[in-house]
């Protein structure tokens, strides 16, 4: 399993991953991509959900959402830049087990934070560095590098992603590789 420095501590492509995923689905982003920085990871995308101004934030959350519904101001696609550092990603980690409610509950595959889950998962298992994740239209394209020090870029469709991520919660706390290949042959 590959696993990466953050705030002093070891952790895998598919937790960092993860974490950062869950913030992505609060601001609904239809495509995006993250790129590893250094100890750092850069999200760019596009957003339709209604994001609040500055000056917004400083009355009720639900008052300024109203208020710019009223105005006419509907939600329309906004370009946003976010940086996560290792700190951001430890703290989103804990608060992220704080939240989750049954550990038996089955989590929705095609949500943004089990699609990078299960792109972490994959780049865990082939050892690989993280170069690029970015999903648009679908698919989700993903650029690594191999513990050879090459560089790689795949293609895959959310399905095939769906498919490794079943068989990897199947195999949860087994080292069989035999999802990696349900992953490779649907490329």
């Known amino acids: 399993m590959n696993l990466h420095r ?24 239809e ?13 760019r995308g596009e957003t339709a ?5 500055k ?8 008052r300024a959402v109203w208020r ?3 105005r006419g101001q509907h939600a329309k696609p906004r370009s946003i830049e ?16 704080t939240r989750r409610r049954d550990p038996h509950e089955i989590p929705d595959p095609y949500s943004v934070s ?26 989700v394209t993903i650029q690594y590098e191999t513990p050879e020090g090459r560089r790689a870029v795949e293609k895959h469709k959310l ?13 949860r706390g087994s080292h069989s590789k035999r999802a990696y290949t349900v992953l490779e042959r649907d490329l």
């Open 6 to 29: 953050t705030q002093g501590r070891t952790a895998s492509y598919a937790q960092t991953l993860r974490a950062i995923g869950q913030t992505l689905e609060v601001l609904d982003l």
């Open 31 to 43: 495509a995006f991509e993250l790129k590893s920085d250094g100890r750092d990871y850069l999200v």
């Open 49 to 53: 959900a209604l994001l609040l101004e």
């Open 55 to 62: 000056q917004d934030l400083q009355e009720s959350g639900l």
């Open 68 to 70: 710019r519904l009223l």
């Open 82 to 97: 976010l940086r996560y550092t290792p700190e951001d990603i430890d703290r989103l980690q804990r608060e992220g087990q």
């Open 114 to 139: 089990e699609i990078l889950r299960a792109v972490g998962a994959y780049l865990d298992l082939k050892g690989a560095h993280l170069l690029e994740v970015s999903r648009r239209n679908g698919r």
């Open 159 to 171: 399905s095939s992603l769906h498919n490794f991520w079943v068989h990897r919660c199947m195999q």
